[in-house]
């Protein structure tokens, strides 16, 4: 026991002259990567740092030079609202910061994006991956743990989007020269010159900035290919289409390319490049007392409002075949949606198949709704409420189409 104390003891004056940071007369510590990596709280450095973006000389003893941070999160909303806290509350200025997050599967779509264009909600649905919408533009990613995030906070002076790829694959060069990793002019990383490793998004404030980019390392590429294939047929819009693209994964070129060595690389190239130390900083993002009002922020890219309810404007005009004796009939349907509830709805079936009062009923119903299967299947239970047995299978059917296309 004595000697393990002996040895905390060191280690802790180790590391206490090593970074050892004067705020405010509060102390906080950062280790080493190259030793070990361990959580330590931030929160006396964002209290600086924050809140009300006060200067760096307003203070007795600067800050660091900039800061590296990882989440111990997986989870997508809570790594998403440390992106929007950070550029909401730091102040950038002779301070950059590196986020480095990974999450459990989920799809991640641009601001102006329309999901039901963009991935299989109907798969998802079934396979629990998470959507997500960002506050920044660009297309549609999908996220597991074989998947690096990694996002560059700067002043809106400073962004910029090259050098960060630049600095991405230098990293990747220090792990394994033998990569031919290129950015392109669209802010992509390419692998042997075709391959798709890293997308690029954005988001520019009125002093502050934020790139923010993926590294495929070991993503399901079966899950990532399904996920981004959307099913639905007749959607009109306005909004941002995704650009496919071929992909494949670093460690699929190199065995030795896990997670944990190249965001180790990342880190020490980011270290080196703003001259800072190469110590990992590892975050809670749901906690308060580092990040006051966060949760807020994770209960609104959580919510149905913002994930769908922000959707460009769009229609929906299409058809499906119901069941008649031995032969099939046509539906044809169309909606006007805005912000994702549906403003208009016109379904057209046969009169003899299905009375033309129903239908109109069924239409009236759908207006103001959301566009989504559970709300479509509290308001078809409604309807189905008759004695009528032949036409609540005809309801039925109907209803189950609809929900499809959702």
């Known amino acids: 026991m004595h000697e393990l104390n002996k040895y905390a003891t060191n280690s802790m ?3 206490i002259s090593r970074t050892l940071i004067e705020i405010s007369g509060k102390l906080w510590t950062a280790v080493n990567v190259s030793s070990m990596l361990i959580p330590f709280s931030v929160k006396n450095c964002f209290r600086l740092l924050c809140q009300h973006k006060v200067p760096t000389a307003g203070f007795k003893s600067p800050p660091t030079h900039g800061l590296i941070l990882q989440s111990i999160s997986n989870d997508v ?3 998403l609202a440390v992106e929007d806290w950070i ?4 102040h950038l200025e002779g301070k950059p910061i590196l986020f480095l997050w990974r999450n459990s599967p989920s799809v991640v779509i641009g601001r102006h994006q329309n999901p039901w264009q963009e991935c299989n909600l109907h798969l998802m649905r079934q396979e629990g991956i998470k959507l997500a919408r960002r506050k920044s533009g660009g297309g549609t990613v999908y996220h597991d743990m074989g998947n690096i995030n990694l996002t560059f906070f700067t002043t809106k002076t400073k962004y910029d989007r090259m050098e960060n790829l630049k600095l991405i694959v230098r990293a990747l060069n220090a792990v394994q020269p033998q990569l031919d990793v290129q950015p392109t002019k669209k802010f992509d990383l390419l692998l042997d010159g075709q391959f798709k490793i890293s997308g690029t998004a954005s988001k520019i404030g009125r002093t502050a900035a934020y790139h923010h980019c993926t590294l495929l390392c070991s993503t399901d590429r079966t899950a990532l290919s399904s996920s981004l294939k959307s099913p639905y047929h007749g959607i009109k819009s306005n909004a941002t289409p995704s650009i496919p693209s071929t992909v494949k994964n670093l460690l699929e070129r190199d065995s030795t390319l896990t997670c944990d060595v190249l965001m180790s690389a990342v ?3 980011y270290a080196a490049y ?3 130390d190469d110590h990992v900083n590892l975050i809670n993002p749901a906690d308060e007392t580092v990040f006051p009002g966060i949760n807020s922020k994770i209960k609104e890219l959580q919510s149905w409002e913002w994930v769908y309810g922000r959707t460009p404007r769009f229609t929906v005009d299409t058809m499906f075949h119901v069941p008649h004796g031995q032969a099939c009939l046509e539906i044809q349907v169309f909606m006007d949606v805005k ?7 016109d379904i057209k079936a046969p009169d003899h198949w299905l009375p033309l009062e129903i239908g109109d009923k069924l239409n009236s119903s759908f207006i103001g709704s959301k566009f989504c299967p559970v709300e479509t299947t509290l308001l078809t239970n409604i309807l189905l409420r008759t004695d009528d047995h032949h036409l609540q299978s005809k309801l039925n059917i109907l209803c189950e ?3 499809g296309m959702m």
């Not at 550029?87 to 730091?90: E, K, N, S």
């Open 77 to 79: 909303y809570e790594n």
């Open 13 to 15: 004056n180790w590391i």
């Open 339 to 345: 912000n994702g509830r549906i403003e208009t709805c």
């Open 401 to 403: 189409k609809i929900r």
């Open 267 to 269: 880190a020490a190239e």
């Open 87 to 90: 550029h909401d509350h730091i």
């Open 274 to 276: 703003h001259q800072i």
